[in-house]
């Protein structure tokens, strides 16, 4: 059964934003990978959450991260992956093209509407 985490991921980012942003890769590489993106950007989509589509939950090595899906358009979208530490640990971010986001809402999103 598929299970969105959205309620519980816009939580703890409102427990964890008063202590800050911390990301695992360089900005450069990051930011590289998805043109048009900054700092700024980044702090702001988390903060305010208005396009996230579906969150998953995941335990990797003893910690539990978070994949975080928004949807800006059909064809656009960007995923992060996240942690929660001290701060919050932005570990990676990368785009979702128009082909990805087709696949996943025919199975992925699909089932998590029908599942809420």
């Keep these: 059964m598929v299970k969105d985490y959205s309620q519980e991921v816009k939580k703890l980012i409102l427990k964890h934003v008063s202590k800050g942003f911390e990301f695992g890769k360089p ?30 939950k995941e335990n990797v090595e003893g910690e539990t991260r978070y994949t975080l899906y928004f949807i800006h358009k059909k064809s ?22 128009r082909k990805t986001l087709n696949k996943y809402n025919k199975k992925r999103f699909k089932k998590c509407r029908s599942v809420n």
Excluded: H, Q, W
């Design 27 to 56: 900005t450069s590489y990051l930011f590289y990978r998805n043109r048009g993106l900054t700092e700024e950007i980044v702090f702001k989509e988390l903060k305010i959450g208005d396009n996230l589509e579906y969150v998953k």
């Design 76 to 97: 656009k979208g960007r995923a992060y992956c996240i942690t929660f530490r001290d701060k919050i640990r932005i570990i990676t971010i990368f785009p979702l093209g």
